[in-house]
């Protein structure tokens, strides 16, 4: 006889239902053989009086194991447990050191280095960040965004929505952004031309995934965006890199390099360059439209931070330039807004967005409906532009104070241009430190400087990292750049380097 009484354990503190517990430990009891095939089980009334719970409780339990499969039920014989119970492998009942899931892997899978990279860790409160350029989630417009929401939520219409549709995003958002997009940014689009994304990520992936055959060439800066470079040499690019300088990627270069090699595209950001910040030339612009039209080459503009120019109206992007079908254009509100709203846009020639839609949705089936009406609503009713000029007027005092308290307390340690837009400055580290070090000093002083070695790819020894601003106030400012100077002086004092 099983000693029922001894290794079944109820935990009244649980909150998982009695009769739960106590199937799944018959279960466990099955798989493991100690209760074998056709084992027959105690009577309801005998199994309650031995385990000390009521019988209904049993009752629900045998019904339980008997819907899954484990045991059967024959009139007048009894309940037994099925002869077909599928062999697992041995693992005794009490041996409690064996994981039952976790880190063993049953199963091979692929792994590919060009994804290799620390996953982002949770901010703990105390600790200041160094980041990226991101924008200041207390300024995003969460009430209206949710009462938007709401309403669109609860309109009768609306049902439609909450099934399966289109894979290229919200028909309403799409109309608004052509609008939206035309107007703003010069461009000459009709509806066709945009796809709905999760983000400018996606349409970075869908393009480099639609265009790269294995050991096509991708030309990319000599400091670039390097999630862009993960997301081509995933797809089995080989990557070229050209010089960047205060205009941008040098496109002398690119024609260079265009004589040797077949070139399948050029990724930029030439609003403001990531990571240096520095804006394209025109003349650079109108080189490299030129040469993509010779050469036949694509053009992925990632213009992530489009919005954000401080000291002159946003450059038009190099998609208001093309007529002769270069240009893939990429952008998203998940920086002007928030990153938390994955709402983007692919701008390209039809052709493109179709075979696009058609890949995204092996991918992600589609995107949120209700959200991307929401940002239709948004946009259209002038709450998007507003809440940019809130957020421009805000990000420029942030630049000014952040650059101004840097230059104060820093200049001994640390160089940068103050950048026309964004939100992050390009800092150089005197060649004496080393961001190695200084990282480590900083996480005693609670300053975590987490990335510093995503930004020189092509190992050129600039020791320059971005530095996001517009996410401190000013006292968070001015505690960040004590911290960051408290840092310096213990590094002076342990010797440098
Ligand atoms: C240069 C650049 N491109 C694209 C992205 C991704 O943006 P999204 O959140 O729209 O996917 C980022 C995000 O940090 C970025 O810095």
């Given at each position: 006889m099983i ?23 018959f279960i466990?009891l099955i798989k493991e053989r100690t209760i074998p095939p056709q084992t027959k089980l105690p009577g ?18 045998y019904?339980?194991l008997e819907?899954q499969g484990w045991i059967v039920s024959v009139p007048k014989k009894g309940t037994f447990v099925r002869k077909d119970i599928p062999i697992l ?409």
């Amino acid at each position: 006889m099983i000693p029922y009484k001894t290794i079944i354990e109820i935990n009244r503190d649980s909150k998982q239902p009695v009769y739960i517990q106590l199937t799944n430990q018959f279960i466990d009891l099955i798989k493991e053989r100690t209760i074998p095939p056709q084992t027959k089980l105690p009577g309801t009334r005998t199994l309650s009086g031995l385990v000390g719970l009521h019988r209904k409780t049993v009752i629900a339990c045998y019904e339980e194991l008997e819907m899954q499969g484990w045991i059967v039920s024959v009139p007048k014989k009894g309940t037994f447990v099925r002869k077909d119970i599928p062999i697992l492998q041995q693992q005794t009942w009490d041996d409690k050191t064996v994981p039952r899931t976790g880190n063993k892997i049953g199963f091979a899978f692929k792994s590919n280095p060009a994804l290799d990279r620390k996953p982002p860790q949770d901010s703990v409160d105390g600790y200041m960040y160094v980041n990226d350029g991101v924008s200041d989630e207390r300024l995003t417009p969460v009430k209206e965004l949710s009462i938007t929401y709401r309403k669109i939520a609860n309109k009768k219409h609306t049902l439609k929505y909450l099934n399966y549709g289109t894979t290229y995003g919200s028909p309403e958002l799409r109309e608004t952004l052509m609008c939206y997009l035309n107007e703003t940014r010069g461009l000459n689009i009709t509806k066709d031309n945009i796809l709905i994304t999760r983000g400018s990520q996606m349409g970075m992936f869908l393009t480099a995934q639609l265009l790269v055959e294995d050991g096509d060439y991708i030309i990319v800066g000599e400091t670039n965006y390097s999630s862009s470079d993960a997301t081509f040499e995933f797809a089995g690019a080989k990557l070229l890199r050209v010089k960047v300088d205060e205009l941008g990627l040098d496109t002398h270069h690119i024609e260079k390099l265009c004589k040797t090699y077949k070139v399948k595209a050029v990724y930029t950001t030439p609003h403001h360059h990531h990571p240096t910040t520095v804006t394209l030339s025109a003349k650079r612009r109108m080189h490299l439209l030129n040469l993509a039209k010779k050469h036949h080459f694509a053009i992925l503009e990632d213009d992530y931070d489009y919005d954000f120019h401080y000291n002159h109206a946003p450059i038009l992007p190099l998609a208001s330039h093309d007529t002769c079908g270069n240009v893939i254009y990429v952008g998203s509100i998940c920086k002007t807004v928030a990153p938390v709203f994955r709402v983007g846009y692919l701008i390209a020639p039809k052709a493109f967005v179709d075979e696009c839609a058609k890949l995204r949705r092996y991918v992600d089936r589609q995107g949120d409906a209700i959200l991307e009406m929401t940002f239709s609503n948004f946009i259209k009713d002038g709450s998007l532009d507003r809440h940019i000029k809130k957020a421009v007027k805000i990000y420029k005092a942030r630049r000014d104070l952040f650059c101004e308290l840097l230059k104060e307390e820093l200049s001994d340690y640390l160089s940068f241009e103050i950048p026309k837009g964004g939100m992050a400055l390009w800092v150089r580290l005197n060649k004496k430190y080393s961001w190695n070090t200084v990282k480590d000093v900083a996480k005693q002083q609670k300053l975590i400087i987490s990335e510093w070695q995503y930004y020189d790819a092509a190992n050129t020894k600039h020791n320059a990292i971005r530095m996001g601003f517009s996410r401190y106030n000013e006292a968070e400012a001015r505690e960040f750049v004590s911290r960051f100077k408290k840092t310096m002086r213990i590094v002076d004092e342990q010797g440098g380097a």
